[in-house]
């Protein structure tokens, strides 16, 4: 079905809603490496002034990938629930802006499940950044492992202790850095530089230990790839979170190395090791702008589209965790700061549309056109906008993964300047070990790392080569 609109005495026509999709779609790098974004900024206003008349009812009648020929279309129609779709579905994408800046934060958790990930994309792309924050603000998504995630007026960190050669001792070294800021509360979670089933059960029983010896509120994981976690699940590794990046359609899927299928194995096996408390959550999952494209996955559809898509595919597994890595694939798809910073705050608003656990992953590689001040702003919008998690390593450089990230300064800004704390269950404990005082803020405490350090597992001289 064709689209269009006409801006002076210039007809824009857009032939389907791909297209129309696409070219409505914010300056974005990766569209045009696609070859499918706007021609300029008044093509962009045509067709998103195209997209704001377009009745959200239109998305239940054109599929942009067939539901017979992939797996992430199939799922989002299983999905969808009409019931709750009622309330907005006389509303065009236009007057469904409307609604969402009106509506109260339980209005909008009422319509999650009756949204496809593609409305959610469509009514982001004619938002203003205000409006991606002053939305995502009102909708509240909790969750629950040995810490509570999603509080209002809350922030959670993940402590990311990555190291170029897994040693255990810089891991553990890099993890009581993070501490001693107050990062962590969301989870503990290293990205292991090999993915065996040996290093993967070393590392998570290196966490444990950790964990356990100092009585942190929190939970740990290890990034590997969710075949590798089912395997170390079997051979009895202590598994908190199961881990999995994931992509909006199946072909992209299966450049990463799984289905639907295996993610159920693997969220079946970590149910039965009984670790999580009883109706909390312990799936995890990554995400990012530009990855299907990346796959040659992506079948004409702009990459913002197929980000939301993929939030179908972690919507389905009731996650703890979903963070978007906003700025990691590189400048080919998001090319500057000010791109990284629309997207992040986007997906953040179209997760929480869809009732996602919603982090990022602050972040830009070292070619982009971006620096930390637009790494300063994005944090500073996303805390406004309610963001559940950011993640944080020493002095904003992953020395593993190699881009630019929070550093653990910047989870205190957040904590102390803009009034987020961390979990309660963690925020208790930071005041118990006089790491911080009864105002929640970190004291001067000279000795607390060496009393700390003195509960560490005992490594000796235990490393991992590269």
């Not at 005495?9 to 045009?32: C, H, I, N, W, Y």
């Not at 978007?324 to 997760?351: N, S, W």
């Not at 963001?387 to 390593?393: A, G, L, Q, R």
Request: aromatic share 6%; net charge negative; proline share 5%.
């Amino acid at each position: 079905m064709p689209f269009q609109h006409t801006v002076e005495s210039t007809v824009f026509r857009f032939a389907d809603l791909r297209e129309l999709l696409a070219k409505a779609t914010p300056e974005r790098s990766g569209d045009q490496l696609a070859g499918i974004a706007a021609s300029g900024p008044v093509e962009r206003l045509a067709a998103q002034m195209a997209l704001a008349d377009l009745p959200l009812k239109a998305f239940l009648r054109d599929e942009l990938i067939p539901s017979d020929e992939d797996e992430v279309s199939a799922l989002i129609e299983r999905q969808f629930d009409a019931a709750a779709f009622a309330p907005v579905s006389a509303l065009t994408v236009g007057e469904f802006r409307e609604w969402l800046l009106a509506a109260n934060g339980a209005a909008i958790e009422g319509i999650a499940w009756g949204l496809t990930p593609e409305m959610a994309a469509a009514v982001s792309k004619i938002c203003r950044l205000q409006d991606l924050v002053a939305v995502a603000a009102k909708r509240r998504v909790v969750t629950r492992f040995r810490s509570t995630i999603g509080l209002g007026g809350r922030l959670s960190t993940r402590n990311q202790p990555n190291h170029p050669t897994d040693d255990s001792t810089g891991i553990l070294a890099s993890a009581l850095d993070g501490l001693l800021f107050g990062s962590g509360d969301a989870v503990i979670g290293v990205n292991p530089a090999t993915d065996t089933v040996e290093d993967y059960g070393r590392i998570v029983a290196l966490l444990d230990e950790l964990r356990e010896r100092l009585a942190i509120p929190t939970q740990t994981c290890c990034l590997g790839h969710v075949s590798v976690a089912i395997e170390a699940m079997r051979r009895g590794a202590p598994v908190d979170l199961v881990f999995q990046s994931v992509a909006g359609t199946q072909r992209a899927n299966e450049g990463f190395g799984i289905d639907l299928a295996i993610l159920r194995e693997a969220a079946d096996a970590a149910r039965a090791l009984g670790r999580c408390p009883a109706g909390g959550q312990f799936m995890y999952f990554e995400t990012g702008q530009g990855s299907a494209l990346s796959a040659d996955a992506h079948f004409g559809i702009d990459q913002q589209t197929l980000e939301a898509r993929a939030y179908a595919v972690a919507r389905e597994f009731d996650p703890l965790l979903v963070n978007t890595v906003v700025g990691f694939i590189g400048p080919e798809y998001l090319f500057d700061g000010k791109q990284i910073v629309r997207a992040g705050l986007e997906d953040h608003f179209c997760g929480k549309l869809l009732g996602l656990p919603m982090g990022v992953d602050v972040c830009y590689t070292n070619h982009a056109d971006a620096d930390g001040d637009d790494m300063d702003t994005l944090l500073t919008l996303l805390v406004a906008a309610g963001v559940n998690f950011v993640i944080t390593v020493p002095g904003a450089d992953d020395i593993m993964l190699n881009y630019q990230s929070l550093s653990h300064h910047d989870a205190v800004f957040a904590r102390e300047t803009l009034g987020r704390p961390p979990a309660p269950e963690f925020e208790r404990w930071m005041r118990e070990i006089g790491l911080a005082g009864a105002d929640g803020r970190l004291l001067d405490a000279p000795d607390l790392a060496g009393g700390l350090a003195s509960r560490l597992p005992q490594l000796g001289n235990e490393t991992k080569a590269a």
